[in-house]
């Protein structure tokens, strides 16, 4: 039912620029907080981005702050992450995630298969 499929992962030289997608179905996509996360293998998961419903609260890691823009279109069920001056501790698998319930602070309950984005010269 609760889909997330991301996609525009790819990889990319330091300092260049890629943007990822994650199309959501199965729920009603304009009423719940959504976020990136990234994961490198043997290393714990990391938050990146997190954008609430109404597309006006918008938080981001300090690891990516001033790089990153996180966005949303609810009329189009779609999440989105620009990334820009790409570093090589960029690389990582990218996944978006799912609010349990509309913006509350309660965890994800539903995470896409991941997009990977590899950043190196």
């Known amino acids: 039912q609760v889909q997330l499929v991301e996609s525009g992962g790819g990889l990319v030289q330091p300092g260049g620029s890629l943007r990822l997608s994650c199309a959501a179905s199965?729920?009603?996509?304009?009423?719940?907080?959504m976020a990136w996360a990234r994961q490198t293998p043997g290393k714990a998961l990391e938050w990146v981005a997190g954008?609430?419903?109404?597309?006006?609260?918008?938080f981001y890691a300090d690891s990516v702050k001033g790089r990153f823009t996180i966005s949303r279109d609810n009329a189009k069920n779609e999440l989105y992450l620009q990334m820009n001056n790409l570093k090589p501790e960029d690389s990582a698998l990218y996944y978006c995630?799912?609010?349990?319930?509309?913006?509350?602070?309660?965890?994800?309950?539903?995470w896409g298969q991941g997009t990977q984005v590899t950043v190196s010269s």
């Open positions: 954008i609430y419903s109404n597309g006006k609260e918008i």
């Open positions: 199965g729920f009603t996509f304009s009423t719940v907080a």
């Open positions: 995630a799912k609010r349990k319930y509309k913006d509350y602070d309660d965890g994800y309950d539903y």
